[in-house]
């Protein structure tokens, strides 16, 4: 991890209009930097706005005022340079997990270019022998690791990830968790995650932010600094995972100052 800032979020505010014709605060006054390199990750309650902020880091919504850039560069529409996975992985039913993984380069018009880059990241999912699959015929851990090769294929800056694994069973969860960070290893992608999963949180992330309810608001921003490979049994893992509740129970119940980093 390198240290350098890759995306700001500046005095970032979000408002929407529900069906009921009320205004919601999503989002107030979120002030935040994601480093090169390193595996960042969002939690709170349900509601506080944790996809509303990743959708808006996508470029797939604007903000109502603040900006948000990456490598100083305003976002304003959706780029390659930054891969979204969604929790159901959303991968095309009528492709193969080969040709799934290659749209994204055919989409960039560099699949002549770049075509033989989809084997090596079938072998980096660990998915060889079941390229001309269709997705009804692999697991729901499988598809999502199509899903998370279909956007590293493009090289971007930084892969958004919306809890990619809140569908999975427990021991499918944990499998994708390692090859995540094994691809996180291997690749160098600054990686943010949203998930409601406190334990998760601690076994993937270099920083966690704790959100408030809404209007969403940052609360917290914790450094792991547990040494990888972690252990969910450990002591200091447990200790900083009762930290965290604790935290997301007072950031529930109590008015919040507003957080800038």
Not at 9 to 36: C, E, M
Not at 183 to 207: C, F, K, N, P, Q
């Amino acid at each position: 991890m390198s240290g350098k800032n890759l995306i700001e979020i500046k005095s970032v505010n979000r408002t929407y209009v529900d069906t009921n014709d009320n205004t919601v605060d999503a989002l107030r006054n979120i002030n935040l930097s994601v480093r090169k390199g390193e595996f960042f990750t969002i939690i709170g309650p349900s509601g506080c706005g944790k996809t509303t902020l990743l959708r808006l880091i996508a470029g797939l919504d604007r903000p109502e005022s603040g900006e948000i850039t990456l490598e100083g560069k305003e976002i304003t529409a959706p780029d390659p340079q930054r891969g979204y996975v969604f929790q159901q992985g959303s991968l095309f039913p009528w492709l193969t997990v080969k040709k799934n993984i290659a749209s994204g380069l055919k989409a960039r018009g560099v699949y002549a270019a770049q075509k033989q880059e989809i084997a090596k990241y079938i072998d980096m999912i660990g998915l060889n022998g079941f390229e001309n699959a269709y997705p009804h015929q692999i697991s729901g851990g499988m598809a999502q690791r199509v899903a998370i090769a279909r956007a590293l294929i493009n090289h971007p800056a930084a892969l958004l990830l919306d809890e990619p694994m809140g569908a999975l069973d427990s021991f499918t969860r944990a499998d994708l968790q390692d090859k995540l960070l094994e691809l996180w290893e291997t690749d160098g992608t600054t990686m943010i995650l949203v998930t409601h999963d406190v334990d998760e949180a601690i076994y993937l992330s270099d920083r966690i932010v704790i959100m408030t309810p809404r209007p969403g608001k940052v609360s917290e921003i914790l450094e792991v600094g547990l040494p990888r490979p972690r252990h969910r049994g450990g002591t200091e893992f447990l200790a900083l995972r009762r930290s965290i509740l604790e935290k997301l129970h007072l950031a529930s119940a109590q008015p919040q100052p507003e957080y800038t980093i």
